[in-house]
T-cell receptor, first 112, second 116 residues
Framework: SQKIEQNSEALNIQEGKTATLTCNYTNYSPAYLQWYRQDPGRGPVFLLLIRENEKEKRKERLKVTFDTTLKQSLFHITASQPADSATYLCALASWNTDKLIFGTGTRLQVFP | NAGVMQNPRHLVRRRGQEARLRCSPMKGHSHVYWYRQLPEEGLKFMVYLQKENIIDESGMPKERFSAEFPKEGPSILRIQQVVRGDSAAYFC??????????????FGSGTRLTVV
């Protein structure tokens, strides 16, 4: 069956370090992958999109990689800040579907 | 641009009542998606609509749930004869293209339904 897996355990890191979150998928051939941030009681907010033919995308302190051989995406936040504390969701879509399928998310806690 | 507007933010219904959740997409977005989220769980897809058409309702229970996106007015997610298991946060998202292909989804703040 199709699965999108993100670390269910919270990731705790110190301010200034790089946070790395993982998204693994099975039985998918995604056309593209997206990352979202969700704060408690709020809707997810779109951060970055990466296509199947792209290896890496950057936006300010964010970097996403996409390895279709390993079936994995890594999401990095450099120089992390306490304000980066949130749950981060990855989502996939295939060319033959009309919707995004979301992982369960990983909670990131950045402490001073 | 006010973004995606969902109302009400909180809705309490007794078992057996009907719940109507509204979603106004961003201006210029014709693709609307509804997701459900339980505590500590991910977003589960329910239905995808374009104006006046249901494109994909594969995630929506066959009974008691329905959705529409009329030519004029907001998209409505309707749950009839609610049960305790329907208690969840319901999120609406919109995009200007299919599956957020180029710009991702814009989500509303959600409606938190509590069935008592």
């Amino acid at each position: 069956s199709q699965k999108i897996e993100q670390n269910s355990e919270a990731l705790n890191i110190q301010e200034g370090k790089t946070a790395t979150l993982t998204c693994n998928y099975t039985n998918y051939s995604p056309a593209y992958l997206q990352w979202y941030r969700q704060d408690p009681g709020r809707g997810p907010v779109f951060l970055l999109l990466i296509r199947e033919n792209e290896k890496e995308k950057r936006k300010e302190r964010l970097k996403v990689t996409f390895d279709t051989t390993l079936k994995q995406s890594l999401f990095h936040i450099t120089a992390s800040q306490p304000a980066d504390s949130a749950t981060y969701l990855c989502a996939l879509a295939s060319w033959n579907t009309d919707k995004l399928i979301f992982g369960t998310g990983t909670r990131l806690q950045v402490f001073p | 641009n006010a973004g995606v507007m969902q109302n009400p933010r909180h809705l309490v219904r007794r078992r057996g009542q009907e719940a109507r959740l509204r979603c106004s997409p961003m201006k210029g977005h014709s693709h609307v998606y509804w997701y459900r989220q339980l505590p500590e769980e991910g977003l589960k897809f329910m239905v995808y609509l374009q104006k006046e058409n249901i494109i994909d309702e594969s995630g929506m229970p066959k009974e008691r749930f329905s959705a529409e996106f009329p030519k004029e007015g907001p998209s409505i997610l309707r749950i009839q004869q609610v049960v305790r298991g329907d208690s969840a946060a319901y999120f609406c998202a919109s995009s200007p293209d299919r599956s957020g292909l180029n710009y991702g989804y814009t989500f509303g703040s959600g409606t938190r339904l509590t069935v008592v």
